[in-house]
């Protein structure tokens, strides 16, 4: 039996966040969820995206019903057939790799005896894991055609442990599970979420980890509106005041007057996050109509303020670009040119706590959190070389078991990771080359952070009018010297 549709959503109305301190350069912790709420956060990612690198070859996803141990857990559908399936598991110890076998062949041998699955075509099978596997279990999936054919007798040893485990299976013989196996087998597109890749997807899904994960740095706004009852700045009356509104010109200021002007104070609502006038304030009244007509306003938020960072961390992704290409890169250790994008994330993530957040909420989650405070960029190139240090310092003594991506990406990471390890032998070492590139680089660095800066200071608003915003020639005219004025700002070079 599956979950899906409104009743799938419903689920995650179910889920009880983990708290944690910081989700911006660390990784979410997924062993805080119960093995109910890690399923549905594979479900929420999954129903709207994929995960890095891999094509979404789903339109839509469902919830398995929980206990029903058929090697499936969300199942991935494309026009209402099955195409896939996320195999979740939130283990405290890492998997092994015959593990995985009894997973997948799992899923094989149900998949016969129920009937809903089918082979014929490329099926995914994507398993989730709360916590590092054992480094088996990564090599398996990251160079399947090179290790499987060894692995034969060891895959099917754990579809006969499978077999033998379920009594719906009991009536396959050991020449059916066999054929059965290794007919499914090469059909069966797989894929890997470590802990890491779980964590780039929710940097892409920032309203699914507000959901699972009480984040306090790019989803400070969503933080705010879960807690209605709790935070103050959210609704500070039901009572505004036009003046409070900052238009953009004194143009705008007329139109928004002639719009709401008439408007009575009796009409003219303030919930923090918005103003609405006009709206009987009887619709609003009551815990329900508050979260339901204010989560309306929320939604639009989040979705504004998702795309925003999204296009902060893209512009952090052209700047990263532009230094490690610049005069200077070249004369920097290789490693060193690895510091630019941490620095400027860190960078980027203090102006969209400023932006998104604004100095009320930023007080509240400096009180809340212990995450290093990182007031000067001096304090933020440190930061992102400490970093760097540790994490090449892992790749110096061998050990890549935290990278991500599929074969040929990988291939590609441990090429750069030679090139940028080349003469260095310990950690001294790797420390003296990054702190002569921190040197080189730091003129760089800080001019792109200033320029992050002047583009991204201010405090993000957006007054909703409706579509009466543009009913007069005024309004109209406005909008169209607006679109004129953003014409000239791509024509001038403002858009690639």
């Not at 938020?301 to 296009?311: G, I, K, Q």
């Not at 080189?440 to 909703?464: N, Y």
């Amino acid at each position: 039996m599956i979950i899906s549709g409104a009743d799938a959503d419903a689920e995650i109305q179910q889920v009880s966040p983990a708290e944690i301190v910081d989700a911006g350069m660390a990784s979410y912790p997924y062993l805080s969820l119960t093995d109910e709420d890690f399923e549905r956060l594979s479900y929420a990612l999954a129903k709207s995206s994929a995960p890095h690198g891999m094509k979404r070859t789903w339109d839509d996803a469902a919830l398995m019903v929980r206990g029903a141990d058929a090697g499936r857990d969300v199942l991935l559908m494309k026009a209402g057939a099955p195409v896939g399936v996320i195999q979740c598991k939130r283990l405290e110890s890492q998997m092994a790799l015959p593990a995985v076998f009894r997973e997948f062949t799992k899923l094989i041998l149900f998949a016969s005896v129920n009937g809903d699955l089918h082979f014929e075509n490329e099926l995914t099978y994507v398993l989730a894991l709360a916590k590092d596997p054992a480094r088996t279990v990564v090599d398996y999936f990251t160079r399947r055609a090179a290790v499987e054919p060894s692995k034969q007798a060891a895959i099917l040893s754990a579809a006969l442990e499978v077999r033998d485990t379920y009594a719906t299976l009991e009536k396959l013989d050991d020449a059916a599970v066999e054929r059965l196996v290794f007919k499914a087998l090469p059909k069966l597109s797989i894929k890997l979420l470590r802990p890491v890749d779980l964590d780039e997807w929710l940097a892409r899904q920032t309203g699914v980890a507000a959901r699972f994960f009480k984040a306090h740095i790019v989803v400070d706004n969503q933080f705010v509106t879960d807690r209605l009852d709790a935070v103050e700045v959210l609704v500070r009356g039901l009572t505004g005041a036009v003046q409070k509104l900052a238009p953009v010109t004194d143009e705008d200021l007329e139109l928004l007057r002639e719009q709401i002007g008439e408007t009575p104070e009796t009409h003219r609502l303030n919930f923090g996050i918005a103003m609405a006038f006009g709206f009987p304030p009887e619709m609003f009244v009551g815990r329900p109509n508050l979260e339901k007509r204010i989560g309306r306003l929320r939604d639009v938020l989040e979705e504004v303020n998702t795309d925003y960072t999204d296009w902060v961390f893209g512009l952090v992704r052209d700047k990263t670009g532009e230094i490690c290409a610049s005069a200077d890169a070249m004369f920097a250790p290789m490693v060193s040119r690895a510091i630019v994008a941490p620095f400027l994330g860190y960078v980027a993530k203090e102006c969209l706590a400023v932006a998104l957040s604004g100095s009320v909420m930023s007080d509240i989650m400096a009180r809340r959190g212990n995450a290093p405070l990182l007031e000067t960029d001096e304090a933020r190139l440190e930061q992102a070389n400490a970093d760097i240090s540790a994490e090449w310092g892992r790749y110096l003594m061998g050990d890549f078991g935290q990278m991500v991506g599929d074969a040929e990406d990988l291939k590609l990471k441990h090429l750069m990771i030679e090139q940028g390890l080349e003469g260095l032998t310990s950690q001294a070492d790797l420390q003296e080359a990054l702190e002569i590139g921190s040197d080189l680089l730091k003129p760089k660095l800080f001019e792109a952070a200033d320029s992050m800066r002047a583009t991204c200071k201010h405090k993000v608003s957006i007054v909703l009018t409706g579509t009466r915003g543009i009913d007069s020639d005024a309004g109209l005219k406005r909008l169209v010297d607006t679109v004129r004025g953003l014409e000239a700002l791509k024509a001038a070079g403002g858009e690639s």
